[in-house]
């Protein structure tokens, strides 16, 4: 089925039953959403604000959001709109990435020259690009890359991108499994307008939050001091600038337990003497991804 008609199901889908993504069809969002919500009617957005907006808007109602790579490392325009966005997290999801090198029917590794993909896919599968001595182009997304070139129909042009790229543009697949690293894996967060009711007892449980400390000496330092007084595990803790301050640093913090469990209350209660201001992001189970050997 041609990607402009997929679009069109999409848009046409009861918002109760929508998932919006950004991206292009065939994107690993895209793939993503396939895999999680097979019930749910993925909707392509332009651009991140967008697929916030879908869910803000009543359009969808679930948005999957990319939030880190084990490669690449944090998205970060994800941390600058998410805070003020007005969604919760309800959920984390962990997708094991696996890029193909797609190209036109009749195109073989031989016959390729270059090869399209978004920055991180291109360095994420540098090792194959230059065993190959393939010359990597820069495209701002893999599933438009991949729409390119099932465009072109050129057989010195191929794409990095995924199984479902291929799929959705027609191409065909010159080798799966190029990326680097075996760990390649992108995690996900879960968005929605209402928040999630957790219930305790059924497993591990992750809270997300963003919080500014106060500019003064030891501030972090302090405010970090009430999660290991109270036995909080904190699993991440990034750092990152806010409107281009050098001063005020925002840093997004996942631990592990309910803002509702005694100890976890204890230790928001001292980081709030330390920061300007706390967000909670969403309490949500804790993929059991995140417990692999």
Do not use: W
């Amino acid at each position: 089925m041609a990607a402009s008609k997929k679009n069109t199901r999409a848009t046409r889908a009861a918002p109760s039953r929508t998932i919006a993504f950004q991206g292009r069809p065939g994107a690993y969002s895209h793939l993503a959403c396939r895999k999680y919500f097979p019930d749910m009617t993925p909707l392509p957005t332009a651009a991140f604000e967008d697929t916030f907006d879908a869910v803000t808007s009543g359009r969808a109602k679930f948005a999957m959001i990319p939030i880190e790579n084990s490669v690449a490392g944090r998205v970060a325009d994800i941390h600058r709109i998410m805070p003020d966005s007005g969604l919760n997290i309800v959920g984390e999801r962990f997708f094991r990435v696996n890029h193909h090198l797609l190209a036109p029917k009749g195109a073989t590794l031989k016959s390729i020259k270059r090869v399209h993909s978004h920055v991180q896919a291109l360095g994420q599968c540098s090792h194959f690009l230059r065993k190959n001595g393939l010359e990597p182009v820069v495209h701002a997304d893999t599933a438009g890359a991949a729409a390119d070139i099932a465009a072109s129909g050129d057989p010195t042009e191929a794409a990095i991108a995924s199984e479902l790229a291929c799929e959705v543009y027609g191409l065909k697949s010159i080798r799966a499994g190029i990326e680097d690293a075996e760990h390649n894996t992108t995690r996900f967060v879960v968005l929605s307008k209402k928040p999630m009711r957790v219930k305790r007892g059924e497993g591990p449980i992750v809270t997300s939050f963003v919080f500014q400390v106060r500019n003064v000496p030891a501030a972090l330092y302090k405010a970090m001091g009430g999660f290991a007084t109270n036995g909080i595990n904190m699993t991440k803790l990034e750092s990152y600038m806010v409107d281009g301050d050098f001063v005020a640093t925002q840093f997004y913090a996942d631990v592990e337990g309910d803002p509702r469990d005694t100890s976890l209350k204890l230790a928001l209660e001292e980081l709030g003497f330390f920061t300007h201001k706390v967000t909670i992001l969403g309490t949500y189970p804790a993929d059991p991804f995140r417990f692999r050997g």
